[in-house]
């Protein structure tokens, strides 16, 4: 069993709640560790019972509360070695564990690290396995090539960014060198290329659920407007039974359960 809760998503903050049958983690800390230890016991989880707390990158709205809370509650934290080299003092006294593509286990957990493209030292998405469930998160991008595609493929589940639609953002009165950042091939992903890098990875055959996240202010972006783009354009490219939910910018929101999909899939066949 895996169940994934997304606690926040957006620029002021990113944290996904994974849990197995015997032990939770964090996916991302981007929110102040108070706020995490809150949120974490609105859903019944103990912030000390975290296996560990993973981490794709060093910005702050990704590891705003890693480390006061792992040094509380002596929680490992898995990132790759240079995030943690950029976090510098803000890992003092905690114990960390490399993120990378040859794997790492915390717990029953198997995870493994894909690089892609943002303006941080060395972002990362995540593949995270338990028994045959796999999901995988990509968030903080610019582009997604092939290998983002290929490793997504895997999951059955993935959660990526849908941060802004082009022209609203081209319109909007933020200042054209945050706009230049955000369409670059290093800032993040647009709702055109998270619909095409949905429907690359639902061609697998595998793919059985996605979060749109990361999305930006509702000036660029409105969560309603970017289900109804994206669900046509995989209802076109013929994945239109694929579900979809938004993880909301700043409270906890959409929730997914293996044991739902699985079940779903046996009535689908039969």
Same mark, same amino acid.
């Given at each position: 069993?895996?169940?994934?809760?997304?606690?926040?998503?957006?620029?002021?903050?990113?944290?996904?709640?994974?849990?197995? $049958?015997? *032990?939770?983690?964090?996916?991302? /800390?981007?929110?102040?560790?108070?706020?995490?230890?809150?949120?974490?016991?609105? =859903?019944?989880?103990?912030? !000390?019972?975290?296996?560990?707390?993973?981490?794709?990158?060093?910005? =702050?709205?990704?590891?705003?509360?890693?480390?006061?809370?792992?040094?509380?509650?002596?929680?490992?934290?898995?990132?790759?070695?240079?995030?943690?080299?950029?976090?510098?003092? $803000?890992?003092?006294?905690?114990?960390?564990?490399? &993120?990378?593509?040859?794997?790492?286990?915390?717990?029953?957990?198997? %995870?493994?690290?894909?690089?892609?493209?943002?303006?941080?030292?060395?972002?990362?998405?995540?593949?995270? @396995?338990?028994?045959?469930?796999?999901?995988?998160?990509?968030?903080?991008?610019?582009?997604?090539?092939?290998?983002? !595609? $290929? /490793? &997504?493929?895997? @999951?059955?589940?993935?959660?990526?960014?849908?941060?802004?639609?082009?022209?609203? &953002?081209?319109?909007?009165? *933020?200042?054209?060198?945050? +706009?230049?950042?955000?369409?670059?091939?290093?800032?993040?992903?647009?709702?055109?290329?998270?619909?095409?890098?949905?429907?690359?990875?639902?061609?697998?055959?595998?793919?059985?659920? !996605?979060? %749109? /996240?990361?999305?930006? /202010?509702?000036?660029?972006?409105?969560?309603?407007?970017?289900?109804? *783009?994206? #669900?046509? *354009?995989?209802?076109?490219?013929?994945?239109?039974?694929?579900?979809?939910?938004?993880?909301? #910018?700043? +409270?906890?929101? !959409?929730?997914?359960?293996?044991? $739902?999909?699985?079940?779903?899939? %046996?009535?689908?066949?039969?």
């Amino acid at each position: 069993m895996l169940r994934v809760t997304s606690l926040a998503s957006g620029s002021s903050g990113n944290a996904f709640l994974v849990e197995t $049958e015997q *032990y939770p983690l964090l996916l991302e /800390a981007g929110l102040s560790a108070r706020t995490l230890e809150r949120l974490l016991r609105r =859903h019944a989880v103990e912030p !000390a019972s975290l296996a560990a707390i993973v981490l794709t990158h060093e910005h =702050h709205d990704h590891a705003q509360g890693v480390g006061p809370l792992a040094r509380r509650w002596q929680i490992p934290v898995v990132c790759s070695p240079a995030t943690q080299r950029a976090l510098g003092a $803000e890992l003092d006294g905690v114990e960390c564990r490399p &993120l990378h593509a040859d794997g790492t286990t915390i717990a029953t957990v198997d %995870l493994w690290g894909f690089p892609v493209s943002h303006d941080a030292v060395d972002p990362q998405g995540v593949i995270l @396995a338990h028994g045959a469930t796999r999901i995988g998160l990509a968030i903080d991008l610019g582009h997604a090539p092939l290998h983002v !595609a $290929e /490793a &997504l493929a895997l @999951a059955d589940f993935v959660i990526v960014e849908a941060n802004h639609d082009r022209e609203r &953002l081209l319109s909007s009165p *933020y200042p054209w060198s945050t +706009k230049h950042r955000i369409l670059g091939d290093r800032g993040h992903l647009s709702n055109l290329q998270a619909a095409e890098l949905l429907a690359t990875i639902a061609g697998s055959g595998h793919l059985r659920g !996605a979060w %749109l /996240a990361h999305l930006s /202010a509702r000036a660029n972006d409105h969560p309603q407007g970017v289900l109804r *783009y994206i #669900r046509s *354009y995989l209802d076109m490219a013929g994945h239109g039974r694929l579900p979809l939910q938004i993880a909301e #910018r700043d +409270k906890p929101s !959409a929730i997914w359960h293996s044991d $739902e999909w699985t079940q779903q899939t %046996l009535l689908d066949v039969s």
